[in-house]
């Protein structure tokens, strides 16, 4: 179906894959995994013609017996959607914001097939990938759906054509886990009923436990190992396989315990927060403790993000309150607030989009001591960027030079410059791959044991919250359903929603996950 045989790229003197060489049966789930800038993407896109000019491309690309390589603009064109298709990672972006879901879809249909009703045609493609009130859904803006749901939307362009091969480029990374397992399960029901050989390019290797049939391990351009799902992930042979699956957090593993508050530095009471009538947060009440770690855990569009956008005053409540250091944070003007904002730090999910790139590594991480006038900028820079990893030799760079994990660095740098009490942490790992996140949570274990501050994380991960936080709260539907210690959550749920998320979360391992998954329903 598809075939790679020896597929060299180079961008001018950088070289971004070297004899990569693997093959995609019909019906087959093929998983390519391996850390940032190993070149998963790069080989993926090859098949659909999508590189850049300046490529220069060896070796053989077979679809369906065709040299992808051979075909001109035109060819090309037939082939995208009609033989293979491609589902983007972030559907956000993929999608054009100013058009309808319909009008895009129908869009998708036309362009590809001459038939007398696309729009009963979107309806169904619609229908068939489980979205509710299809005919509703096609007069709707990408902003007004889920992120679930629009990753659903590129799913039904990417079928709309019955391609022979989807490649799905971290098609659930910014997804829940609930969320995640509905796609992954879309994704199976469609290989199933359809045939459809997929190209699944990730960094999650329980995404790659519940979905694949073989994987395809990539390391700097190369392939270093590749077979049967179980045989990589339960015997891998590759030394940087073997490292690869160390770096998986599994839930589970954790070991933090929580302890009496005595002294709470953060405490939210009986908080809502409504936008337009509709209640974000309903009700919720929660502290954290001097030098605690609290998980916030939910599905999106649960209010995890709101909640914590409160806590540091970027949303005001709608009712409730909010105390930071024992003073009601609604009740301060900006001049009185800016003395508490001053003991508080934010990691946001994305660093690339949160970091100014027209300011250097130095400008970013020092911009909170210039904003409350500290001394010592220089000195202090220089420390922060040594305790994150980095060191001096990236302080005169820009963002757009470092990679993500060095990114998330730097926006832990710039967190921690002025000694926060409390840190609010979004997501902060949600996007890197299993081996950057293995260091970047390494990194942030060891500088709350030695800073002892305290942190709200919010994170859909739930073995991430597992290792890092000493209590856990669940969020659902703008409510907190249960909270407790991270041993009693995670190891002793009380509540239905809180089992649900557990059993949705996949783990690294093919027959564990089978048994999971089939005792889910």
């Known amino acids: 179906m598809l075939d790679y045989d020896h597929l060299s790229i180079t961008f001018g003197d950088v070289e971004a894959t070297k004899e990569v060489s693997f093959t995609v049966n019909p019906g087959e789930v093929v998983a390519v995994v391996g850390e940032s800038g190993s070149g998963k993407t790069v080989t993926a896109m090859s098949a659909l013609g999508l590189l850049p000019r300046k490529a220069h491309v060896t070796g053989k690309i077979m679809l369906g017996g065709r040299d992808v390589q051979g075909l001109d603009t035109k060819e090309l064109r037939e082939l995208r959607g009609n033989e293979i298709a491609m589902v983007f990672q972030e559907p956000m972006t993929a999608l054009n914001p100013v058009r309808t879901i319909g009008w895009q879809l129908i869009e998708a ?308 410059a002025l000694d926060p009490d409390l840190l609010i942490a979004d997501e902060p790992t949600s996007a890197l791959d299993v081996s950057v996140q293995a260091s970047i949570l390494e990194l942030f274990l060891d500088l709350q044991r030695r800073l002892k501050f305290s942190c709200l994380f919010i994170s859909h991960d739930l073995a991430v919250v597992d290792m890092l936080a000493n209590r856990v709260a669940v969020m659902h539907r703008g409510k907190i359903v249960e909270q407790g210690s991270r041993a009693d959550v995670f190891g002793n749920p009380q509540q239905d929603y809180t089992r649900r998320l557990l059993a949705a979360a996949p783990v690294p391992d093919p027959v564990e996950q089978r048994e999971r998954r089939v005792s889910r329903g």
């Not at 969320?179 to 992954?184: K, N, S, Y």
């Not at 995404?207 to 270093?224: C, I, K, N, S």
């Not at 660093?351 to 250097?360: G, H």
């Open 109 to 416: 249909i036309e362009l590809h097939q001459d038939i007398p009703n696309a729009r009963q045609k979107a309806v169904e493609l619609l229908t068939m990938v489980g979205l509710d009130r299809p005919d509703q859904r096609l007069k709707q803006y990408p902003h007004e759906l889920s992120g679930g749901m629009r990753q659903r939307v590129m799913i039904a362009m990417a079928i709309a054509c019955d391609p022979k091969v989807i490649i799905a480029d971290e098609p659930t990374t910014a997804l829940d886990v609930t969320v995640q397992a509905e796609i992954l399960d879309l994704l199976r029901e469609l290989r199933n009923r359809l045939g459809t050989a997929i190209v699944l390019i990730t960094h999650s290797m329980g995404v790659v436990a519940d979905l694949a049939d073989r994987v395809v391990v990539m390391y700097r351009g190369e392939v270093v190992e590749q077979g049967g799902v179980e045989d990589v992930l339960l015997r891998p042979s590759h030394d940087y396989t073997k490292r690869l699956l160390k770096a998986v957090p599994r839930l589970g593993s954790g070991s933090r315990q929580a302890e009496t508050i005595t002294e709470p530095v953060l405490k939210v009471q009986n908080l809502v927060v409504s936008f337009g009538g509709q209640r974000a947060v309903d009700g919720i009440s929660f502290e954290i403790g001097k030098g605690e770690v609290l998980g916030l855990v939910g599905e999106s569009g649960s209010g995890k993000t709101t909640a914590g956008r409160c806590a540091v005053g970027l949303q005001k409540p709608t009712e409730g309150a909010v105390e930071l250091f024992g003073q009601d944070i609604a009740k301060l003007s900006t001049r009185r607030m800016r003395p508490l904002t001053a003991r508080l730090g934010m990691i946001f999910q994305d660093p690339a989009s949160s970091l100014d790139p027209r300011m250097t590594v130095a400008e970013c991480v020092a911009e909170p001591l210039v904003l409350h006038k500290a001394k010592n900028h220089k000195e202090r820079v220089a420390e922060l960027l040594d305790a994150v990893e980095l060191g001096a030799a990236t302080k005169d760079r820009y963002p757009h030079e470092l990679s993500g994990g060095q990114r998330q660095r730097v926006s832990i740098a710039r967190a921690l």
